[in-house]
């Protein structure tokens, strides 16, 4: 609800969802050109758009889908969630959680000790009953932490990820004379199969046993700390497709609840996990690995309802619920923003030009081929025209190694297997295409288009694990997109590109192989979006070949005539940053540097003032590029 595509053709958010005044609009396009505007003395791209406003509205969404779930079971626990702050630890987006969720008790989850003492620090101005979640694998100074937090009044629950954390809790609480809240993560049998999945069931890498649960139990009785124990937590994975998973894996962990409350703990609160999912591809669909097939609402009221009946059976009071939903609050709330740098199409600019065979130079025993070739191209046979093609270039390339070919021969070749590579494709799309779909839309005809930014940092789990984002171009969008391309970056990898995209190109597969977008126009940027990035994209992505943190504002709705205000510009990481990340000192880079421009130039000429210049501006640029002024997309029509 938060996307369209507006009236000047420009893609907008609606930072309070669908059903808010249709006035309350934020143009993508009028908040590019505004920092484009103020960035006058550095790159501008690639940026990441921050809304707050819909964070917000996903943590209210979330906690009315749990109230309206409570209300219709007769539940008689209340319900609070945290963020886990491994989905997106951003300083002033933790802040906004916190504030936002103070009137609801919404609390943070850490797992290692920096996120703990982030949410120590940012804890300090919740809500005094909002919770702090301790989990992770866990050592003394974790412990220590967590029990020095409880002291300065935080609702700190130290849950067990290992039995043997559980020596470390007890001996350091009487040490330092704090009584903790503990709670213990089950590793259940109920398993997801999904990709994000293998957290969950009984060899999944977290959590205890059923055996390892009462051993936990019988110990904490023995010194007297039963009454300690009081949540119960349990994580079936991430983006959980389906609401029959939720209801089997909440039952299975309420019984476990309701028998420790039996046994003499001190239960009173249900922490689900995370695993709320995020309708990726728009299909609202269980079977796929980037949908989902229920909605917040659904999901609540499954939770409730099965921990409902499980206390209801075993006669055990209703606890308070917990949710760790990390994706499905962030996820939508920021926007990836990049510019085209160049585009390649396959086949170059030859495939407008048609199929030339007059090649000057090549050698007699491969005119056979050609002919063969020629022959297929007059009879409109390309299946058999790629098959001579593949042949000849095959040839080519093997006698160009042996010293009997010239570049230029060679050159004309690869160009000739490329243009009949396209028109292959082609072919093969009209033979497929639907009725009222474009020719150019739904044919093999592609390019590659040069994006400034890296997918190693920006989008990870595009390449790492083959997810699935919406890739929007954020105007022009009232004209129809007649390029079909792919998405490479900016790093010296293979790796480095976008070929899976959301859709259906009608080539029978379920995700497209191209994206639509239009052709660029010479000496005018050309911007796209990647959408709902904002859960675990930025925290998970790495600095190959040193491209570092993109540029980030906060935009917020306003009463000015665009209807927003910048609320914040972070700046994003310059050479000397990405550098001191890896050990590197700039400062002593700078005087070295400095030293050898020194003895190399003479003093006042011109060629020390810019090699000066040159080496000694660049530690504070941008690590992405300029777009080429005024001939961004030239090349293209060269
Ligand atoms: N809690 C725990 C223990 C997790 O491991 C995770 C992520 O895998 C989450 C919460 C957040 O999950 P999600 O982002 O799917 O809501």
Redesign the pocket.
Known sequence: PFFKINARGHMAVRPHGAKTDPNDEIDLMDAIHKVVASQVDTTSMPLIIRFPDIVKNRMDTLQVAFDTGIMRQRYRGRFQGVF?V??NPDRYLIQEIVSHGAQTNFGL?A?SKPELLMVIDAMCSASTDAFLIC?GYKDVEYVKMALVARRIGLNTVIVLEQVEELDIVIQLSKQLKIRPVIGV?AKLSTKHAGH?GE?SGEKGK?GLSVSEIVQVVKRLRRVDMLDCLQLL?F?I????PSLAIVREGVSEAAHIFCELALMGANMNVIDI?????VDYDGTHSSSSDMSIGYNMEEYAETVVEAIKDATIQKNVKQPTLCC??????VSHHSVLVFDVLSAHKNGGNHCDRGVSLNIDGLPEALMHLRGDLERSVDEGDYESALMCAQKLKHECTRLFKQGLLTLEVRADIDELFEVISVLAENKKAEEVMDQGVSRKASSGYSATYHINLSIFKSIPDSWAIGQLFPFVPLHRLECEPTERVILSDLTCDSDGKVTTFIGNDKLGSETAKHLPVHELECGKPYYMGMFLGG??QEVLGSMHNLFGNPHVIHVVPSKSAVGFRISKFLPGQNLASVLMAMHHEPQLMFDNLKERVDDYLMDGTFEKKVTEETLLTSFSSYTYLDPPVNTQSCAFNL
């Open positions: 886990p491994k989905c989850e797992g989990n993560r994000w957290t977290f937590h994580h994975g991430s983006q959980i996990g995370g695993g709320l999912g760790e939903s990390g994706r499905a609050l859960a675990y």
